[in-house]
């Protein structure tokens, strides 16, 4: 089946929060995590069923909607969970803040990471230690000597980033195994956030943490969501699966009073994404892995950028601190293009593009931001 992927929706003017930031300004957004293609045919079919209904009443997810993750799990994983495992959330986000509140100690990350790993711990009132990733070669690796050095005596909590935003590293089986020995070692659980789990470009498996073993089972919290594979985030439907039922009754008596449930146009969403969209995500995979060649080949080719390899997820993490400029997000929003800041990554210097978008936005964004650094070095 085809499936259109060049086609250019004008989302200028609604409700987009990614074009919005822009508005009246000539400026090609490239920054927030939101792709610009159309979600899936299965998704908006069975959204037009359920919308078809008129009723749109509280909801519960049922029994198809279940017997539908629990599919997906099996099938792309070969994990065998339980329906009682399953903890449904309005937002991975939402799981991130629960699970530093679940979790009563301190919290432990590596950055750069995604920014809400950093505010989370602050929001639930927990203390944040974090250690840098090292940058070896054309990859992105666990500095382990600083990771112990980063742990306290107060530490309870490791946030994982699965594969990982931004620098875009789908961690290895061993890498795995060597993280799982460091968490049994400091006695720490796991929040897992997998949401880029099936964006994985290049020829490997993505493993869940929780499947290496038994133990790493009982401490670990996956999250995950349709929202970034099949770009239905405003639907707000994620999953946390949480084997261990003492874990997961702290993470559920959290949420009491305060996250509400999933709307029902979501997870009439999240059973077609599961269930009906596998082709439709095979051919998403081609087209981003030729945006994801056609970046790494220009930044290649500009003075004062680089890049490391990008394994999983639509997020290339540019190094721009050969540019010599102060803020380079600023610097590139100037030249016409909106890109993520890696200040609110942790790490200054750098910032994210977002590749997943049609041809006709990327080349003209990619050309300008090789004109303004040609520019600068003139």
């Known amino acids: 089946m085809d499936f259109d992927f060049e086609c250019v929706i004008d989302r200028r003017g609604g409700d987009s929060l990614k074009w919005n930031k822009y508005a009246g300004r000539d400026v090609l957004p490239l920054w927030v995590a939101d792709m610009d293609f159309a979600a899936p045919p299965a998704i908006v079919a069975a959204l037009e069923r359920r919308i078809a209904h008129r009723v749109f009443g509280y909801g519960k997810p049922w029994p198809s909607l279940v017997d539908a993750a629990l599919g ?8 065998q ?8 959330l309005p937002g991975l986000v939402t799981g991130l803040n629960a699970a530093c509140r679940a979790v009563d100690g301190d919290v432990l990350t590596a950055i750069p990471v995604y920014p809400p790993f950093l505010s989370a711990p602050r929001l639930a009132g927990r203390k944040l230690s974090t250690a840098p990733l090292v940058l070896s070669g054309d990859a992105w690796e666990w500095d382990f000597a600083r990771m112990d050095a980063a742990v306290t005596p107060e530490t309870r909590l490791l946030l994982l980033c699965h594969p990982h935003n931004p620098v875009g590293r789908a961690w290895r089986t061993d890498e795995l195994t060597r993280l799982a020995k460091f968490c049994r070692r400091h006695e720490l659980i796991v929040c897992s956030d997998d949401i880029h789990c099936d964006l994985i470009l290049d020829p490997h498996p993505h493993v869940p943490l929780a499947l290496l073993d038994t133990d790493m089972a009982r401490r670990t919290i996956t999250l995950i969501a349709p929202s970034k594979t099949y770009n239905i985030p405003g639907l707000a439907c994620s999953l946390a ?12 008596a959290v949420m009491r009073g305060i996250v509400p449930d999933v709307n029902v146009l979501g997870l009439a969403a999240t059973e077609a994404a599961f269930s009906e969209c596998d082709a439709w995500r095979d051919a998403l995979i081609e087209v981003l892995r030729a945006n994801r060649d056609q970046v790494e080949g220009t930044i290649a080719r500009i003075p004062g950028l680089s890049m490391t390899h990008v394994e999983a997820t639509y997020l290339a993490w540019i190094d721009a601190r050969g540019l010599g400029v102060a803020k380079p997000a600023q610097f590139f929003e100037d030249a016409g293009v909106g890109l993520s800041d890696g200040v609110d990554f942790g790490l200054p210097g750098w910032v994210r593009l977002n590749f997943g978008c049609p041809r006709a936005t990327l080349e ?10 040609g520019r600068l070095k003139g």
């Open 241 to 252: 699966i949480i084997p261990d039922a003492s874990l997961r009754n702290r993470f559920t």
């Open 364 to 373: 003209p964004a990619l050309q300008r931001m090789a004109s303004a650094c």
């Open 72 to 79: 997906y799990l099996q099938r792309r994983y070969d994990w």
């Open 81 to 88: 969970a339980s329906p009682e495992w399953l903890v449904w």
